[in-house]
């Protein structure tokens, strides 16, 4: 059998892309490195109705890269604030996907901490 030609990884962020496929025009949120670039994916292809932010407060037409930017500014199209992010949650217009953030060779992923102990972890994490 041959090699596929793709990784793991690219697989994923192309099947989470489809979960934004004719969503109309919400405000796409990846939470995390898969889920990120499967958002930016839809947004570069089947779905640029997408809305995205810069990740703070600005919406913003295209994705902005991972990593370092250089000297990249983003390509600004409006100004989204908390309030405007709640009234896309409460109106239904905002879809978000969270990756974990460990995975053992079992597939248990972790969304809580980093650490051995939980009352003490080295880093909280958006889980419980």
Same mark, same amino acid.
């Given at each position: %059998?041959?090699?596929?030609?793709? $990784? =793991?990884?690219?697989?994923?962020?192309? /099947?989470?892309?489809?979960?934004? #496929?004719?969503?109309?025009?919400?405000?796409? $949120?990846?939470?995390?490195?898969?889920? #990120?670039?499967?958002?930016? =994916? /839809?947004? %570069?292809?089947?779905?640029?109705? =997408?809305?995205?932010?810069?990740?703070?407060?600005?919406?913003?037409?295209?994705?902005?890269? &991972?990593?370092?930017?250089? !000297?990249?500014?983003?390509?600004?199209?409006?100004?989204? !604030?908390?309030? #405007? &992010?709640?009234?896309?949650?409460?109106?239904?217009? #905002?879809? /978000? %996907?969270?990756?974990?953030?460990?995975?053992?060779?079992?597939?248990?992923? !972790?969304?809580?901490?980093?650490?051995?102990?939980?009352?003490?972890?080295?880093?909280?994490?958006?889980?419980?």
């Amino acid at each position: %059998m041959e090699k596929p030609s793709y $990784t =793991l990884s690219e697989l994923c962020i192309c /099947a989470a892309s489809e979960a934004w #496929r004719d969503g109309g025009e919400v405000l796409a $949120t990846g939470i995390g490195l898969i889920p #990120r670039l499967a958002a930016s =994916l /839809a947004k %570069m292809t089947h779905s640029p109705e =997408l809305m995205m932010t810069d990740g703070e407060a600005y919406l913003v037409s295209e994705p902005v890269p &991972v990593g370092p930017r250089d !000297n990249y500014q983003p390509k600004i199209e409006g100004y989204m !604030n908390y309030s #405007r &992010v709640f009234l896309n949650i409460g109106i239904g217009h #905002r879809h /978000a %996907m969270t990756g974990p953030v460990q995975m053992d060779k079992y597939g248990q992923t !972790n969304i809580s901490f980093i650490g051995d102990n939980h009352l003490s972890p080295k880093a909280q994490l958006l889980g419980a």
